[in-house]
């Protein structure tokens, strides 16, 4: 470990597993916060989801990053026309790997919920 790694470890007061929890729920923020307003139309919906993902990608402790844009993504047939990024269209998989353990997270539009919910779907030794 690098003596950055070590000051910032030092100031977590929990587990492994739970700071990579932790992470995981930052990383699901980022995409939510960051991205959700953001302009695109049909030509570029692979763009912006590969762009999202690239994002998330460089923050630390992050594996792999997996992000999928549903629903309407919008015809451009004039200037005028684009579609703005909302919650419920984002189906997102982060995988966080941090000492030994692998946290994987997800976003997706929950129906009975009527909400975009982030929640993490795995937690396990590695």
Known sequence: MSDREDAASSRFMCSVSERACFEAGIKMATIYHQFVGTPFCARNVADLERTIAECIRVQPYVEDAKVKIRGNTGNKEDQ?????????????????????????????????LDYPLMFVSSVEKI
Do not use: N
Request: charged share 25%; no cysteine.
């Open 80 to 112: 005028y026309s684009y579609t703005s990024l909302t919650g419920d269209m984002i189906d997102a998989v982060v995988t966080i790997v941090m000492d030994g353990t692998r946290v994987v997270a997800e976003m997706r539009f929950d129906r009975e």
